[in-house]
């Protein structure tokens, strides 16, 4: 390897991981909390450890910890662990053709770092397109692997000290994390209509009470969208016929 592509190499390490930075800060309280909650749900350390470093997924750990918390049936906890993780598929299949020629070392470690916060750094057309923005994400995603895991083992130890942290509202990192990936990302009418529906009918359905109401809504908003689309599309056409 010569050497300016080994500094070009570092380079992309280095930017990948300076622009996760403020996602990497941001999850800070939500990593504390599933590493405590862990803990004063019983798990053991090794356990409360190895649920971050594997499933890597804050959302379905803490639901999943409450579940097993309530003793509720494997079925139960898989299946909700699987509707949880479910827009990963639609993460995968966003990013099919980008990665799908690559050989399976970088699929499987793009697949494994695969989050929310990567998916948002994967949207522009360029990205995973060459070595270098290989690279790049590679590093971006396995940065907030690291940050994710040393968030959760401090969680830990202060789930050891420290009373339920459940009660001082962390948990709202999850929503500002989130809010902090979608409002960038609302660039025209089909993503506006898409993040007003999924927002309204999600509290809609929480006051209703239903388990399901998340992924409804979800399903429903982007359903909106694509109508959105083929409607401004349609009327594009009818404008190019009419001039």
Not at 14 to 32: R, Y
Not at 36 to 45: D, K
Not at 181 to 188: C, E, H, K, Y
Request: aromatic share 10%.
């Amino acid at each position: 390897m010569s050497f300016k592509r080994k500094q070009a190499y570092l380079k992309m390490v280095q930017k990948g991981i300076i622009d996760m930075m403020p996602l990497n800060l941001a999850v800070l309280p939500w990593g504390i909390l599933c590493g405590s909650l862990a803990i004063q749900r019983g798990l053991s350390e090794l356990e409360a450890i190895l649920m971050p470093a594997l499933v890597f997924a804050g959302s379905v750990q803490l639901v999943v910890i409450e579940l097993m918390n309530n003793n509720a049936p494997l079925a139960t906890i898989l299946f909700t662990a699987f509707i949880i993780s479910s827009r990963h598929f639609l993460y995968g299949l966003a990013l099919r053709d980008k990665i799908k020629n690559l050989p399976m070392q970088w699929r499987g470690s793009l697949g494994f770092l695969l989050t929310d916060e990567l998916f948002a750094l994967s949207g522009d057309t360029k990205a995973l397109k060459g070595k270098l923005r290989l690279i790049y994400a590679v590093a971006a995603g396995g940065s907030f692997y690291l940050c994710w895991l040393l968030w959760n083992i401090i969680g830990i130890v202060a789930g050891n000290y420290l009373p339920d942290l459940t009660s001082i509202g962390l948990d709202f990192a999850i929503a500002v994390t989130f809010i902090a990936l979608v409002v960038p990302s609302i660039t025209n009418l089909a993503m506006l209509i898409t993040v007003v529906v999924a927002g309204v009918l999600s509290v809609i359905f929480k006051l209703m009470a239903w388990e399901l109401g998340l992924v409804l809504a979800s399903l429903i908003a982007m359903y909106c969208g694509y109508l959105t689309v083929n409607q401004q599309a349609k009327l594009n056409t009818v404008k190019r016929s009419v001039s």
